[in-house]
């Protein structure tokens, strides 16, 4: 199976406030890769403004004030991460699959901001 790109938005500014159905079809294929334990590479737009690739593995997707988010594990950071979804510029499904039992955190805590993302 090959990876499989799923959409390539533009980073049209700072403040992209993104559709509605753009942010459906998003959550919709992370769900999709939340179901088979598929890797995705998502391209993320931070709160400053800087772009990044990033490797995660998809646990869940949750609501909250500043709306839903991904939780997932990073790769990059080795840690776990929550995703604003209204801040992913694009998604590839990869063809990895990872295991979502593997224990990941030994004695650490959740980081604070996941929680809250809670």
């Keep these: 199976m ?7 938005l533009v980073v049209l ?4 406030v993104m559709p509605t159905s753009i942010r459906a079809f998003l959550t919709m294929h992370i769900e999709h ?4 334990s598929q890797v995705v590479e998502l391209v993320y737009q931070d709160v400053d403004g800087a772009v990044t690739r990033r490797c995660v593995e998809p646990c ?7 709306g839903e988010r991904l ?4 790769r990059e950071r080795d840690d776990v991460r ?3 979804i209204d801040r992913v510029r694009g998604l590839r ?6 295991n979502p039992f593997r224990p990941r955190y030994e ?12």
């Design 13 to 16: 500014s700072d403040s992209l």
């Design 93 to 98: 499904l990869m063809a990895e699959h990872f």
């Design 33 to 36: 890769a939340i179901v088979r």
């Design 2 to 8: 090959e990876d499989v790109v799923i959409v390539d």
């Design 60 to 66: 869940g997707i949750r609501e909250g004030s500043a």
């Design 107 to 118: 004695d650490r805590q959740a980081p604070a901001q996941v929680v809250a993302a809670l």
């Design 82 to 84: 929550a995703f604003r």
């Design 71 to 74: 939780l997932a594990w990073c």
